[in-house]
């Protein structure tokens, strides 16, 4: 199944919340706080790029307090190419 990463910040004061929601979804694989620029580097699952866009859009990027959501598809490698 492919993965993706999430880079997700959210409003200040707002991460222990959001943190709390985001571990409830089960495409999330991993929810990491992280110090900088983003709040939250998630690991999701999905079918393919397109749900697992459409699940950022619906389930992540629906919560009251994310501002923003960049999506890095996993790109996979094949040995020896």
Excluded: H
């Excluded at 409003?11 to 900088?36: A, S």
């Amino acid at each position: 199944m492919p993965i993706g990463f999430v880079l997700l910040t959210v409003r200040l004061g707002q991460e222990k919340e959001i943190f709390k929601k985001l571990v409830k979804i089960p495409e999330i694989l991993e929810t990491n706080p992280v110090l900088g620029e983003c709040d939250f580097l998630l690991k999701i699952k999905g079918k393919n790029r397109k749900e697992m866009s459409k699940m950022i859009m619906e389930k992540i990027k629906s919560i009251k307090g994310t501002r923003l959501a960049e999506f890095l598809p996993s790109k996979k490698y094949r040995e020896g190419k």
